[in-house]
């Protein structure tokens, strides 16, 4: 539709083009149809060739096709159309789409930032059951182990450290049946041992039997001396309470709470070796003061207990000369049995021989 104002200089081709439609219209009552298309098309004509005929407000067509109104342009050939848009169009644009390429920068920002904030939280409840998990393993472990520790006699005071061998000052490691790997076949011993104990008797195992120098050589002669205890003698354990090695550790046999073999009433302590031939270390020596020390600390032991050696009890050379000659020196040695004093144990009712079958 063309702007319906008239231009000043148009009037005169207005009246024209009024003139020339009036005439065509009286016409088109006497002709056809095809000579008002013919006048129509010489209108349009002089239109076209008389640029100061301006065309009316309205114009009418009817059965007509390919109807062009105003300059047309022909091109022969490829067109390329370029589309160019103002850059505050193109902000509008953006900003009606909620932010373009900046808002979905943020939330394709915000979407990665919440899916590895979930990640970290899967993350971080994970390690933490893992951690709990692993604290309640080693809370069960430990309560374990000390339950076990309870049960277990604690024999050599508080320098015991859970997994290692007790020790009784100054080295001399405390080794107990577990570990010098004593014999299932041992039957449970049935004679107490009453504390105070008011003897201790020193013998050695003798029969040309070698000293032993390392816990590996001394752990096999323990379980050799138990199976034959218990194989040849009947008897139903090792028979002492105490065994010592040259290696001037102690080994546990019968232990504090059960008599030995030879005699109720005392603790019998057994050098590991024949020492009518070989002579005592000196830390083997030691090692046994070390534990009778241990005794009377304890209360295993009475304050005033008498020491006494096998051959004191008995017709036996046990525990050999180079073992008795350095035992007669220790402060509790007492002489009973010999040079015509009492015999052993009979203050206490005692048996005249120190030769029991226990």
């Not at 098309?41 to 239109?47: D, E, K, W």
């Not at 010098?180 to 104990?197: A, C």
């Not at 752990?219 to 010592?244: H, W």
Request: one cysteine or more; aromatic letters at 10%.
């Amino acid at each position: 539709m063309y702007d319906q104002t008239m231009h000043p200089m148009s009037s005169a081709a207005s009246n024209a083009l009024m003139s020339l439609q009036n005439r065509g219209a009286t016409n088109s009552a006497n002709t056809s149809g095809a000579a008002a298309a013919s006048t129509a098309g010489n209108v349009a004509q002089n239109l076209f060739e008389n640029p100061a005929i301006q065309p009316s407000s309205v114009i009418n067509l009817s059965n007509s096709s390919d109807v062009v109104i105003g300059p047309m342009t022909q091109y022969q050939g490829p067109v390329t159309i370029y589309q160019y848009m103002d850059a505050t169009v193109e902000a509008r644009s953006m900003q009606a789409n909620g932010g373009g390429i900046t808002h979905n920068r943020h939330t394709a920002s915000a979407t990665s930032v919440q899916t590895l904030s979930t990640s970290s939280k899967i993350l971080f409840a994970f390690i933490l059951i893992v951690l709990i998990i692993i604290g309640f393993i080693a809370y069960l472990e430990l309560r374990h182990n000390n339950k076990n520790e309870t049960k277990r006699e604690i024999l050599f005071g508080n320098n015991y450290d859970t997994g290692t061998f007790p020790n009784l000052g100054n080295g001399h490691l405390v080794v107990d049946r577990e570990q010098w790997g004593t014999s299932e076949q041992t039957k449970n011993l049935t004679y107490p041992l009453s504390h105070p104990i008011p003897y201790v008797m020193i013998t050695h195992v003798g029969v040309q039997s070698t000293p032993c120098y390392n816990i590996y050589k001394c752990s096999i002669k323990m379980r050799t001396l138990q199976d034959s205890s218990i194989a040849e003698k009947g008897l139903p354990d090792i028979s002492s309470n105490f065994y010592v090695g040259n290696d001037g550790n102690i080994y546990v046999g019968r232990g504090w709470d059960y008599a030995n073999t030879y005699a109720n009433h005392s603790l019998s302590v057994t050098f590991m070796g024949d020492y009518i031939r070989h002579i005592p270390d000196e830390r083997q020596l030691d090692a046994v003061k070390y534990l009778l020390a241990y005794g009377i600390t304890n209360k295993h032991l009475a304050i005033d207990y008498k020491l006494v050696a096998q051959n004191q009890t008995k017709s036996t050379r046990s525990p050999g000369l180079n073992v008795y000659k350095e035992i007669i020196k220790w402060p509790h040695w007492y002489p009973c049995g010999m040079d015509g004093n009492p015999r052993c144990g009979v203050e206490l009712g005692m048996s005249g021989t120190w030769n029991g079958t226990m």
